[in-house]
């Protein structure tokens, strides 16, 4: 019989059977019995071996779990201050009940942030919260994950207000040296000048805002956007201090996947987001699989939104597995594609593999998560005949089906699943039945699918998902005039207030429409960047703005070189991903004449290397116009075709 995993009660983390100390936190996992030696929880009278009181024990304990005495170091740490604004006027009038009800709401928000970015509360001062990161286990990115704690604690903060009584949080985050107790359980784990000063950095702080001083800046801004926020003067402090103003989380952990190009800021979708995190929460915590479509015209903000939730699930501790696949629209006979590009990325699959590669890639990520050897042999054909490896076995796809998700079963045994399945509109027949089946059969399963699609979905497929236990919809609707402004003030900073009235009544509530509006100035020159942001180099009336997103592609796709927007053309037929040597094929041309055509397009943001970032917001945005714009002239070719 396997002996059940041992739980750290310092972090939370399971740990194999038979450990003495926590391979996370490096916390001792219990207290060993003074006459078999046996571990026990800290918890417990008896032992469970021999029966011995635990209490009763005059040995000395055996092994190294016993609890180390405390001892002080220097550190290089981060330490975080956190505390509500308007709590005084909300808790005025509230019955002593509420009010600590209200802040045992906030207390354990809190503490759940900043755990699942692997901190540790070290206190709660009234409506005060301290947490540490780098004591007592450090990590490279310790400043990271104390400002994205901030950032989501700060950002959730406003739900548990009223409109009566609202709320908001504030927060500072410094990094540096500092004291530490080590192994302390009844007094300070830090201590120092650095924690001081970053309760005064918090105390200067705007309400809904997290400042960090110059040391935090410069280790988390490969992810995090930050802007200036002047020097601070702050209460026993001889010299005022620099601050950074925490905007964005831009990229995943250490700074993967930020994109090299303009990214418009994330407004106006915060409650979906939220909604997404706690739905996930759900699913991991109950072990139950769940279903969240994302319903919205093109260029909405789906992938955006699935964008910043993949940001927030790298940037926790615990392990989640994420997987995204697109469906094409072009193309009836590509079954199943959104589900192979999964498989391909978890494998690691590269375009450019050989079937040998690719093979043996596959061979790894079975013997990762497949145990079993006969179960082995039974998935492992299905899975090469999804990738094209060989034909698929003739039989039902309910065999079929049942082996694909079987995997992701086994995987989701190790971590929760998380499945990204976007442009469902143009999904086969089949993709959305596995998907229903994946859901109807692994209920027991951590298993987060999210559907994201437009509503053609509905159309094609009213009753999608209706048969699934636990499902959500999410539907994106047109951002107000508000988001859109708050919108083009992040992305171009310093516009005249008329223009930015004339971009927000011409993008009538779609991001995409006034990112690109804002891009095609940009390209003419019509919109130029300065020390104090950006100018219009004419009138805007003169500007001739189109009135459409298609329009506007058509007319960034005129102002091209003529070979250039020819070579645009040609790739256009190869869909949202290709090889040079594809394109070559099909322009005719040897792929060493396409570098420097290929480099000019880049710069005006049609093509983007893969190998040098995700698939990117921009790269995605180009293809929902340009694929709209093909399917329009296909219809007009077709009414004429004899």
């Known amino acids: 019989m396997d002996l059940a995993p041992v739980v750290c009660a310092n972090c939370g983390t399971p740990n194999e059977a038979g450990r003495r100390f926590c391979a996370e936190c490096g916390k001792g996992l219990g207290v060993a019995c003074a006459v078999c030696g046996t571990l026990n929880p800290t918890s417990v009278k008896f032992c469970g071996e021999c029966g011995s009181r635990m209490a009763d024990a005059t040995a000395p304990a055996a092994g190294p779990a016993a609890n180390p005495e405390p001892s002080a170091e220097r550190r290089l740490v981060s330490v975080m201050f956190a505390d509500l604004v308007g709590f005084t006027a909300a808790s005025e009038g509230r019955d002593a009940e509420e009010t600590r009800d209200l802040l045992t709401r906030y207390f354990e928000m809190a503490r759940g942030a900043v755990e699942r970015h692997g901190g540790t509360v070290e206190k709660f001062i009234g409506d005060a919260v301290m947490a540490v990161w780098g004591a007592p286990t450090a990590h490279e990115d310790d400043a990271e994950r104390a400002v994205r704690a901030a950032m989501e604690l700060v950002a959730a903060v406003p739900a548990l207000g009223d409109e009566q009584h609202p709320l908001q949080a504030r927060a500072g985050v410094l990094t540096g040296e500092a004291a530490v107790t080590l192994g302390a359980t009844d007094q300070g784990i830090v201590a120092g000048d650095m924690v001081n000063t970053a309760s005064r950095l918090q105390s200067a702080a705007p309400p809904g805002a997290v400042l960090v001083g110059e040391a935090t800046f410069r280790a988390a801004s490969t992810a995090i956007a930050f802007e200036p926020a ?54 991991a915590r109950e072990q139950k699989s769940r279903l969240v479509t994302v319903i919205g015209q093109a260029g909405i903000g789906k992938s955006r939104l699935a964008w910043e939730f993949e940001k927030y699930l790298d940037g926790v501790v615990d392990t989640a597995y994420w997987h995204e696949g697109r469906s094409p629209s072009y193309g009836e006979g590509i079954s199943y594609w959104a589900l192979a590009e999964m498989v391909r990325r978890r494998a690691g699959i590269a375009e450019g ?33 999804l990738l094209g490896l060989a034909e698929l076995p003739t039989e039902g796809k309910e065999e079929l089906f049942a082996a694909w998700r079987t995997f992701f079963e086994r995987m989701a045994a190790v971590a929760p699943v998380v499945m990204v399945f976007s442009d469902l509109q143009w999904a086969d027949q089949g993709l959305l039945d596995f998907v229903e089946d994946l859901l109807h059969w692994a209920r027991s399963a951590p298993i987060f699918v999210v559907a994201s699609a437009r509503p053609e979905l509905l159309e094609r497929r009213s009753g999608f998902g209706e048969h699934v236990r636990s499902v959500t919809r999410i539907n994106l609707e047109p951002l107000s005039d508000q988001a859109m402004q708050q919108l083009l003030e992040g992305l171009v900073p310093g516009l005249p207030p008329a223009a930015l009235r004339s971009m927000v009544q011409r993008a009538e509530g779609i991001p995409l429409y006034a990112v690109e509006t804002v891009r095609m100035l940009l390209d003419r020159e ?18 001739g703005v189109a009135e459409t997103l298609q329009a506007l592609i058509a007319a960034r796709l005129d102002a091209n070189r003529p070979e250039d927007r020819a070579l645009l053309l040609d790739a256009s037929v190869l869909g949202q991903s290709f090889t040079v040597d594809a394109l070559a094929a ?14 000019r397009v880049r710069l005006g943001v049609f093509f983007r290397d893969p190998s040098r970032a995700r698939y990117d917001e921009i790269r995605r945005q180009r293809i929902h116009t340009a694929q709209e714009k093909i399917e329009r002239l296909n219809r007009e070719f077709d009414k004429y075709a004899v």
């Open 526 to 543: 019509m919109l130029v960047a300065t020390d104090a942001g950006y100018q219009l180099a004419g009138d805007l009336p003169q500007l």
């Open 353 to 385: 593999d050989d079937d040998t590669t690719i093979r043996r890639r596959l061979g790894a990520t079975l013997d990762e998560f497949i145990l079993d050897p006969a179960e082995r042999r039974w998935i492992e054909p299905r899975l090469a005949g």
């Open 230 to 283: 002047g020097q601070q003067v702050l209460k026993g402090k001889a010299a005022p201090i620099p601050a950074w103003r925490a905007v964005a989380v831009v990229a995943r952990r250490g700074g993967s996947g930020r994109s090299a190009i303009l990214e418009p800021p994330f407004v106006g979708r915060d409650d979906e987001l939220r909604l997404l995190k706690d739905l996930f929460d759900a699913t």
């Open 586 to 599: 099909v322009a005719g041309l040897e792929p060493s004449d396409l570098a420097d055509r290929l480099d």
